[in-house]
């Protein structure tokens, strides 16, 4: 059994975890990370991608509302590369109630949401299929972000820093000593092997999982996982966010991201965040709500379905789920249960991680008579991690003006492409994925199987779904890694092809249908009466991200 010790270890490597770990690396206390999977390998992999303007909560949740509008703008200058400023829309649909627009603008001023009134057809101007029968629109600060490109700078960062990141690593037991934690059994899940880590404190950024975790040290915290479905259409239908102008509900918003665009979301609690399907109706009443803001889009060519689950933590006096509210919550685990060692942070959104982190690193900080104030709100992180690609090349950034912008633009990988003339050595064309970013990636620390690679550098993302760039990869990664010492023991790249190809099937199926479900059936014949993929020699699969029980009911 390997033994590790360190001040702070944190549990979690979604977007929480990996702020945390920052935050205390620059405050100089040494910590540890540990996920289970790889870096967003959780919710913070599957959310819908909105760099919230706190417009969606002014109404029902205005503490979220004024900390979404707050670290909009933090995030906006700590990490721009990793933000597509794509500005939102709150849209008055003729299935809308009228009255909603006067609390809307009255909330927004309230909480401090910029909000700005613009002419109908000035919305239809920026985003023509639109609704042209919506009576009122007002334009937000909503973005679109890159969670798992945010994540890794994040954990990045925090590496740079001193801090050490131990993905695949999955806690199955807490230590505890009387009314003390003192750290955490883990198992690596590629050798097998217990990990033993003493911590002087441990931060539970489990989000959706808190609840498990804390019961392995007899401690109680009500999560209640609320499931929400997504859709990706085949490429940007809008390049604005698209809300519905109403108390947010199903199937109510649109985001642009990177080449798709992305409709959701439903809110069901369920009972385990490891265990939940995608139902028909899910997707029918996405599709249909989506007609509202983009009159037959329920006809254009989706490409897949997923689904993450939100980490709402329900006080015990809470009422109904669906009013639970989507701020954040710190529990000291000391003052509330009598047991020191732990906090647990739980709640929030993608957009209030850093403020999450914040809060969280400050307690822990005290109890540890760290006196050193958070910067995470000052410091921008380093772009080191563009989708395993390398810092963007001086001479691309000169010919092409779309890459000077601090943002995040759509288009940047095309222009590359275009200044190096590697037509030829593009793996994935869907996402522009060259040869070289796979490489990176491959070879970067952590990276067990293509799945991971896909959150890395977006392979497999586009129309085709890993049709055409599936076994390309999965040849890279034979020659790069199979049969190299420090992977002896890891699945060989045939396993690892089905897998991935297992995976994207999942959420292709919900969306069956006209030129997806042609697709589909390419993809179909190239691999399984082309290549045979059927016929590969079995194996391990051990160590292969653990696939989430997703079922899917029926074929809609
Ligand atoms: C459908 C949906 C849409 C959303 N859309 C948005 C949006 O548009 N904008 C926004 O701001 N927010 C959005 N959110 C909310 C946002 O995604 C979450 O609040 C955020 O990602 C939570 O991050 P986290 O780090 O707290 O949790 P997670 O990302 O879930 O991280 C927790 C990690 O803990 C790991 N873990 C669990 N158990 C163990 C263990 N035993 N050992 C080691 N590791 C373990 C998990 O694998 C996981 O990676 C959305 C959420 C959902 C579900």
């Known amino acids: 059994m390997r033994t590790l010790t360190t001040d702070v270890l944190v549990i979690g490597g979604g977007a929480t975890g990996a702020g945390a770990l920052r935050d205390l690396s620059l405050r100089g206390i040494r910590s540890a990370l540990v996920e289970k999977g790889d870096l967003t390998h959780g919710t913070t992999g599957r959310y819908h991608g909105l760099l919230h303007s706190g417009g969606r909560y002014v109404v029902k949740d205005p503490q979220s509302a004024e900390e979404c509008a707050r670290e909009n703008e933090i995030l906006r200058k700590i990490m721009p590369h990793c933000i597509e400023e794509t500005g939102g829309l709150f849209v008055v649909t003729p299935a809308d109630d009228e009255s909603y627009a006067e609390r809307f603008i009255a909330a927004c001023r309230r909480t401090g949401v910029w909000v700005e009134e613009i002419p109908v057809r000035e919305a239809l101007r920026r985003e023509p299929l639109l609704n042209p029968r919506i009576q009122r629109a007002f334009a937000v600060r909503d973005g679109a972000a890159d969670s798992f490109l945010a994540t890794h700078a994040n954990a990045d960062d925090a590496r740079r820093h001193g801090a050490q990141v131990m993905t695949y690593h999955r806690v199955t037991r807490l230590e505890r000593v009387g009314d003390r934690i003192v750290g955490a059994l883990c198992e690596d899940l590629r050798s097998g092997e217990t990990v033993r880590i003493h911590a002087g404190f441990i931060i539970n950024a489990t989000g959706a999982w808190a ?183 001086a001479p691309a950034r000169s010919q092409f003006a779309i890459l000077a912008s601090p943002f995040y633009m759509l288009g940047h990988r095309l222009a590359e492409v275009e200044a190096d003339d590697s037509y030829g050595d593009l793996i994935c064309e869907c996402e522009l994925v060259t040869r070289a970013h796979l490489e990176a990636a ?46 002896v023991g890891a699945p060989p790249a045939t396993a690892l092809l089905r897998h991935f190809l297992q995976e994207r099937w999942k959420g292709v199926t919900p969306t069956l249908w006209g030129d997806q479900l042609r697709q589909e059936r390419l993809d179909e014949l190239n691999y399984l009466e082309t290549l045979a993929v059927d016929r590969l020699p079995e194996a391990t699969l051990d160590a292969i991200e653990q696939p989430r029980d997703v079922v899917i009911e029926e074929v809609v």
Request: glycine share 10%.
């Open 211 to 393: 609840g498990k975790i804390a019961a392995m040290a007899g401690l109680r915290i009500n999560v209640v996982p609320g499931k929400g479905t997504m859709i990706a259409m085949n490429h940007r239908i809008v390049n604005t966010v698209v809300n519905r102008c109403k108390m947010p509900s199903d199937g109510d918003i649109i985001v642009p991201i990177h080449t798709v665009a992305v409709l959701g979301t439903t809110d069901i609690p369920v009972p385990d965040p490891d265990v939940y399907d995608i139902t028909p109706e899910e997707v029918r009443l996405i599709l249909e709500e989506g007609e509202c803001l983009i009159p037959g889009v329920s006809r254009m060519r989706a490409l897949r379905a997923w689904a993450g689950v939100r980490p709402l933590y329900k006080d015990q006096d809470a009422g109904n789920d669906r009013d639970i509210p989507r701020t954040y919550k710190l529990l000291d685990h000391e003052t509330r249960d009598g047991v020191s060692g732990m906090v647990s942070i739980v709640g929030g959104k993608w957009t209030t991680y850093r403020l999450m982190a914040e809060h969280t690193v400050n307690l822990v900080a005290q109890r540890l008579g760290v006196t050193t104030p958070c910067r995470t709100a000052d410091l921008t992180i380093e772009p080191s991690h563009d989708g395993a690609a390398a810092a963007p090349r």
């Open 442 to 487: 491959i070879r970067s620390d952590g990276t067990a199987n293509l799945d991971d690679l896909r959150r890395d550098t977006r392979l497999g993302m586009g129309p085709c779904q890993g049709g055409f760039c599936t076994y390309r990869a999965a040849a890279i990664w034979h020659e790069l890694r199979d049969g190299a010492t420090h992977t």
